[in-house]
């Protein structure tokens, strides 16, 4: 049983109509960009499949967004949405690059009995990954087993192994 959200807060929006922007991406910030304070890395749980490529065929949307100054009060972790300008510049390295123009912060469910919400459990399992490890890590789904009061946090690391962290549910720590 799910404890009712916090409706989703809009953290920064442009000067401009929010009819004129444009959904960029909806994801999971995943960890804090070296050397740019002013930019979150945002990546899809979603995956899209490229297997005629002779690839790799799990693909997952990732982007950097620049231009958001107040992603102080985005945590790692934390679900958010990112819109662009239409017409704005989406440079196609991996992860993509591009401006944001409005940010949101979605639904950050804490099931009855937890004492954390899903965005703190997710941090802590992307905190005990290597730092300085290389990729994009994606965060496939988090789960909290009231029995055991611990989150099971299953995702991609950088080099695309499945991993299940477990993360125990207490603040604080």
């Known amino acids: 049983m799910h404890r009712p959200a916090d409706p989703p807060c809009i953290i920064r929006a442009a000067d401009k109509s929010e009819r004129r ?14 050397g740019h304070p002013e930019g979150i890395l945002v990546v899809s749980p979603e995956k899209e499949d490229f297997g005629d490529n002779g690839e790799d065929d799990a693909y997952y949307d990732a982007t950097f967004f620049s231009g958001a100054p107040e992603t102080a009060d985005i945590r790692v972790g934390m679900h958010v949405g990112v819109w662009m ?3 704005s510049t989406v440079m196609t390295s991996y992860p993509a690059q591009a401006a944001a123009a409005r940010i949101e ?3 950050d469910p804490r099931p009855e009995g937890a004492e954390l919400a899903q965005s703190r459990a997710v941090e802590r399992a992307l905190d005990s990954l290597k730092k ?3 990729g994009v890590p994606v965060v ?3 789960m909290y087993d009231e029995a055991r009061d611990a989150w099971t946090v299953k995702l991609l690391d950088g080099e695309r192994r499945r991993l299940a962290i477990e993360v125990q ?5």
């Open 21 to 34: 922007t444009r959904l960029g991406l909806r994801g999971q910030r995943v960890r804090d960009p070296d």
């Open 85 to 87: 300008e239409p017409g």
């Open 105 to 107: 912060i979605l639904e």
């Open 132 to 134: 300085g490890s290389s």
């Open 140 to 142: 496939q789904e988090a």
């Open 169 to 173: 549910d207490e603040l604080g720590k």
